[in-house]
């Protein structure tokens, strides 16, 4: 009987940590789902004298991407990012995480520009505002402008077409 | 101790910065070791070096020299990286096995272990007049 109840209790502890392990604490739900996206409005990355805001996307279903040079995990998801692109079912729009114009704008040219356009967030400030904390993190916003999805660290191919591609066509389709 | 060595210049620059306001230096810095570091998930913003940490700081500082209130600047935390930020977690719905499960665990525990104890003293029969002739019999 106590037996049966040791191996019991075990058992549940090696399943309860197996579960844990394979948990990524890196991935906080993010309390943003569901809400609308935050707003800002500032400089293009190739045209510093011209202004992007969140609200310009309003009515269309869009991704944002965070990004940087600096960060190699952005290059890894680099041509995961250019193939949603590629699919033509939303537009990708870039926000350049404290980076330098002179470094970003070579980087662009290196690994090819899947943006629609790219903001500029020098300070990093926008980036709080979207609880930004690890690059690259990538946003699916509906049409009404509100956020539906977030990815932290580089987007796989795995969730690209699991999760991003079919909920952007879901949005899409719900008009 | 470097961690809390360099959180201490960072204090004494922040508060030149602000014209040594004392006072919303010490308040800062009470808040930000409540507040976790999303980059070193085991370090508070107070302790942590990384490039969001020092953000942050700013940002609380400024927000505090603004006027906002400590539950103001928690509040804007939490809106942007949920509950996680607090190093202390909220009691509610989701965190009910966070702050019960060790004293259900610890309850369950004792329930145990005082059950194996009364088993363990059970067998304390008592044994009639001839037994008792038997036993002392058998002991001599």
């Known amino acids: 009987m106590s037996r049966v109840w040791v191996v019991g209790v075990f058992a549940a502890l090696v399943v309860l940590l197996a ?5 990524n604490p890196r991935e906080v739900p993010s309390p943003l789902i569901g809400k609308p996206a935050p707003a800002f409005e500032l400089p293009l990355l190739e045209a510093p004298e011209k202004r992007f805001a969140q609200r310009d996307m309003l009515g269309e279903v869009w991704i944002l991407n965070v990004w940087a040079s600096w960060c190699p995990p952005c290059l890894i998801e680099h041509p995961v990012i250019t193939a949603l692109a590629k699919d033509g079912l939303a537009p990708v729009i870039g926000l350049n995480y404290k980076d330098e114009r002179q470094n970003a704008l070579p980087w662009l040219k290196r ?3 899947p943006y629609r356009l790219v903001a500029q967030d020098l300070d990093g400030r926008i980036g709080i505002d979207y609880g930004v904390y690890g690059v690259p993190e990538t946003y699916v916003i509906d049409r009404q402008g509100i956020i539906r999805y977030k990815h932290i660290g580089p987007l796989t191919p795995e969730a690209a077409q699991k999760r991003v591609t079919p909920l952007l066509r879901e949005l899409k389709r719900a008009g | 101790m470097r961690a809390s060595l360099v ?3 960072f204090a004494a ?11 919303l230096d010490k308040r800062a810095t009470a808040l930000e070791h409540e507040l976790r570091c999303l980059v070193c998930q085991n370090q508070t913003i107070a302790e942590s070096n990384a490039p969001l940490a020092v953000d942050l700081r700013q940002q609380i500082r400024e927000q505090m020299a603004k006027g906002a209130s400590d539950q103001d600047v928690i509040d804007y935390m939490v809106a942007r990286y949920g509950d996680f930020v607090l190093y202390r ?6 965190t009910v096995a966070l702050w019960v499960g060790p004293f259900v665990l610890l309850a369950l525990g004792a329930l145990l272990a005082w059950r194996r104890v009364a088993r363990r003293r059970a067998p304390q029969v008592e044994l009639s007049a001839a037994e008792r002739e ?6 001599q």
């Open chain 1, 19 to 23: 579960v844990g392990l394979t948990l």
């Open chain 2, 134 to 139: 038997r036993a002392h019999k058998l002991l």
């Open chain 1, 111 to 113: 690994n090819g520009n």
């Open chain 2, 89 to 94: 977690p909220p009691f509610k719905a989701t």
């Open chain 2, 7 to 9: 959180a201490l210049a």
């Open chain 2, 13 to 23: 620059a922040a508060a030149m910065a602000q014209g040594g306001d004392a006072e």
